[in-house]
Each structure stands twice: as structure tokens, then as C-alpha cells.
């Protein structure tokens, strides 16, 4: 029986164990093709094609010629063997790195997720930015209307009570930049705000109202 009609060729599930023994079967195919060819060379060195008969025909007296024969057609039915074998590892070994190359991709993916899903842990806000006047300390910031204010210089959802609290920061704080950090369509932002003498009204130029909890 050949290789190719005892084996079936590996389906999904393809283990490093599954392709080894595939190697070893192929390493024993060629150890038999090899040995094959030993036989040949003992009588007299003939190859696959050299006559087994004499000038007028009769079975060559000089060698064994049923030997030969026997070692022809083994060693023939053992290379279609070992090409069957070669294509059963040749698909073994795909199937193997397809399946490491997926386990890898599904592995980086979910480390990207993971990544993401600890970036967005996103610190609870406390008051919202109704307005911000163009010209003014907040806009210069980059303060937009909807920023949803999570800490503002000392002032965060722990500490916060009301907005006077942000009021007494701020006026502490004339010409000396606070930090602020907003959550923006989902995203957390650190912005820089001074508050300072302008032409409005405040040290901000902008409106902020406390988030209903």
C-alpha cells in the first residue's frame, strides 16, 4: 500500500507532532529508495534503464536479473510514495504557520485591544462647557463648547461641590496656567489655561455648568 492511499492528507488541526512524523516517514521512504539503489549498484552498477538481456536477447547471465527488476519497481513505487508524502508535508506545513500566523494575529489584536480598552478608562467629569467666547483665555486653550471638565488645576470629581470651587481656583490662579483635563467625543485631552485680564467679561471667557449626577 502507498503512502498516498494509507494517509490521508492532514485536515485541519495539524499538530508540529503530525508534520514530525511525516518527516520520519519520508526520512524512512528515502532510507528504502537508497538501499534500493544499493541492490543495483551490487549488480554490476546497472541503473533504472540499462538491458537485462544480452546482444541476442537472452536474460543477462552477469547479473541477478530478478533482483534488478524487484529493485526496479520497488524503487519506483517508492518515489511515487515519497511524492505523495512530499505533498502531505508540503500541506501540513502550511496549515501549521496558517494557523500561527492567525493565533499571532489574534494575540496582536487583542493586545490592541487590551491597549485601547486601558487608554480609555476615562476619568469621571463633573461640569460641562456651555460657551466659550472667541478671543478670550479659554478659546486661546483650546477649550470648546460640549468638553466635559474632569479636573480643572486642584479641582476634580472627588473634591468638586459646586462651582464656586472652580471660581476660587481660578482666582488664585490670574496669569499662572492651570491644567485642565476634558473628555472629548470619548477622548481624554490635557489643555493648558491661564486665566488672565481680557476685553470680556472674567478671566476665562468661557461658561461652565455642573453635570446633573
Known amino acids: 500500500m502507498s503512502a498516498q492511499d494509507g494517509d490521508p492528507e492532514p485536515k485541519g488541526g495539524v499538530s508540529v507532532g503530525d508534520v514530525q512524523l511525516l518527516l520520519r516517514k519520508k526520512d524512512e521512504l528515502e532510507a528504502q529508495i537508497r538501499a534500493c539503489y544499493g541492490v543495483l549498484e551490487d549488480q554490476k552498477g546497472v541503473g533504472m534503464n540499462e538491458p537485462l538481456v544480452d546482444v541476442e536477447g537472452y536474460p543477462r547471465a552477469d547479473v541477478d536479473v530478478y533482483q534488478v527488476r524487484t529493485a526496479r519497481h520497488n524503487i519506483i513505487c517508492l518515489q511515487n510514495d515519497h511524492k505523495a508524502l512530499m505533498h502531505q508535508v508540503e500541506q501540513a506545513l502550511h496549515q501549521l504557520h496558517a494557523r500561527e500566523k492567525e493565533k499571532r494575529e489574534k494575540d496582536e489584536a487583542e493586545a490592541r485591544a487590551e491597549a485601547r480598552s486601558q487608554s480609555q478608562v476615562l476619568p469621571q467629569p463633573f461640569a460641562r462647557v456651555n460657551a466659550v467666547t472667541q478671543g478670550s483665555p479659554a478659546s486661546f486653550s483650546g477649550l470648546q463648547v460640549d468638553d466635559e471638565i474632569a479636573e480643572f488645576g486642584s479641582v476634580n470629581t472627588h473634591n468638586f461641590q459646586s462651582l464656586q470651587n472652580i471660581a476660587t481656583v481660578v482666582q488664585h490662579s490670574e496669569g499662572q496656567p492651570l491644567s485642565v483635563t476634558v473628555i ?30
Do not use: F
Not at 189 to 199: A, D, E, I, N, V
Not at 203 to 208: H, R, S, V, Y
Open 184 to 213: 472629548r467625543n470619548g477622548e481624554k485631552l490635557h489643555l493648558g489655561l491661564t486665566p488672565k485680564r481680557w476685553s470680556g467679561k472674567g478671566l476665562l471667557g468661557c461658561n461652565i455648568v455642573p453635570l446633573q449626577r
